[in-house]
């Protein structure tokens, strides 16, 4: 498996020979592993990159809605009957953007989509990873939570802090004056909407469980409700950035695909992951959706 200098050595080497053409050696190299990763599963193969971890503050790193145009371009032409791996590498993004670009995918390949995950995706990328019928991870990959965040505030730690000065008030009313201040910066009207985004997020995951990778598992309710709590829970998970490794996920009760189980698949996935971090470090792209026959969307911040 070429690891990440022996692909830049590639693209280098691709470069020195399209020096006088009109052609990317970093695109040859990255379509050329993309192809081969379609011939070893068959099925059909769409990137989904973000530049998060290359360009931070870049514009469009997130999943929004602008992707389901961009993933519109990557399907036309495919066979559909052959399913679709999606290649998941995203900080997340909206609740809202993640559940319809999930219907939109839906209703193109059914239930027959399987998410690759090389590194990370995190909330709202975990979420779209839970509505497919298997995840496949590596011992280096991780998911996230799925708690929502507004404003960049942790909805469900706002609504546990305001239950939390409701309980002190309640058993030492001379608490009234310090919750005073802290409550003032929440308005009634972003706490209902914490409560509302936290429901969306958990009944979003839930029902996209049940209907594809928990059918036919005994008890699926019951480990629906287990992977959405583990997912969910701010006082186990501490943080929204906390990375939940391959073991985390399958004693959840998630479907993982251990990538190690299979070498020549762990070989052509990591080779693309190295191909489109170098894609996205020269070319300082946000977004890239691209699928294994060349048809990309590159989103540059101008």
């Given at each position: 498996?070429?690891?990440w200098?022996?692909?830049?050595?590639?693209?280098?080497?691709?470069?020195?020979?399209?020096?006088?053409?009109?052609?990317?050696?970093?695109?040859n190299?990255?379509?050329k592993y993309l192809?081969?990763l379609n011939?070893h599963?068959?099925r059909?193969?769409i990137g989904?990159?973000?530049g998060w971890l290359?360009?931070?503050?870049?514009?469009?790193i997130?999943v929004?809605?602008?992707?389901?145009?961009?993933?519109?371009?990557?399907i036309?032409?495919?066979?559909?009957s052959?399913g679709?791996?999606?290649?998941?590498h995203?900080?997340?993004g909206g609740?809202?953007?993640a559940?319809?670009?999930?219907?939109?995918?839906?209703?193109?390949f059914?239930?027959?989509?399987r998410?690759?995950v090389?590194h990370?995706?995190?909330?709202?990328?975990t979420m779209?990873?839970?509505?497919?019928?298997?995840?496949?991870?590596?011992k280096?990959s991780?998911l996230g939570?799925i708690?929502?965040?507004?404003n960049?505030l942790p909805?469900?730690?706002v609504?546990?802090e305001?239950e939390?000065?409701?309980?002190?008030?309640?058993e030492?009313p001379e608490?009234?004056q310090?919750w005073q201040?802290?409550?003032?910066k929440y308005?009634p009207t972003f706490v209902?909407?914490c409560?509302?985004?936290?429901?969306?997020?958990a009944e979003f995951v839930?029902?996209?469980?049940?209907?594809?990778m928990l059918?036919?598992?005994?008890?699926?309710?019951g480990?629906a409700?287990?992977i959405v709590?583990?997912?969910?829970?701010?006082?186990?998970?501490?943080?929204?950035?906390?990375?939940?490794h391959i073991?985390?996920c399958?004693?959840?009760?998630?479907k993982?695909?251990?990538?190690?189980?299979?070498q020549?698949?762990?070989e052509?996935?990591?080779?693309?992951?190295?191909c489109?971090m170098?894609s996205?470090?020269?070319s300082?792209?946000?977004?890239?959706?691209?699928?294994h026959q060349?048809a990309?969307f590159?989103?540059?911040p101008t």
């Open positions: 498996m070429p690891n200098g022996q692909v830049l050595a590639e693209i280098q080497a691709d470069e020195s020979k399209l020096a006088h053409k009109s052609k990317s050696a970093i695109d190299v990255r379509r192809r081969r011939k599963t068959g059909n193969v989904y990159y973000s290359t360009n931070p503050r870049a514009p469009g997130d929004n809605d602008e992707d389901k145009a961009a993933f519109m371009m990557a036309h032409g495919l066979d559909k052959k679709l791996d999606l290649i998941l995203t900080p997340g609740i809202a953007a559940e319809s670009l999930v219907d939109y995918l839906r209703r193109v059914g239930t027959d989509i998410a690759i090389p990370l995706a995190m909330s709202a990328g779209i990873a839970c509505s497919c019928k298997s995840i496949v991870m590596g280096q991780n939570p708690d929502p965040q507004l960049g909805a469900a730690a609504t546990k305001i939390r000065a409701i309980r002190e008030i309640k030492s608490r009234l310090f201040f802290v409550l003032n308005s209902g909407q409560e509302q985004a936290i429901k969306m997020a839930r029902a996209r469980l049940l209907d594809n059918i036919g598992i005994d008890g699926a309710e480990v409700e287990a709590s583990g997912l969910s829970d701010v006082e186990e998970n501490k943080s929204h950035a906390r990375h939940i073991d985390k399958q004693d959840l009760g998630l993982i695909e251990c990538l190690e189980d299979d020549d698949l762990q052509a996935v990591l080779t693309v992951h190295h489109y170098h996205l470090g020269v300082g792209a946000s977004k890239m959706v691209e699928n060349g990309a590159v989103k540059i």
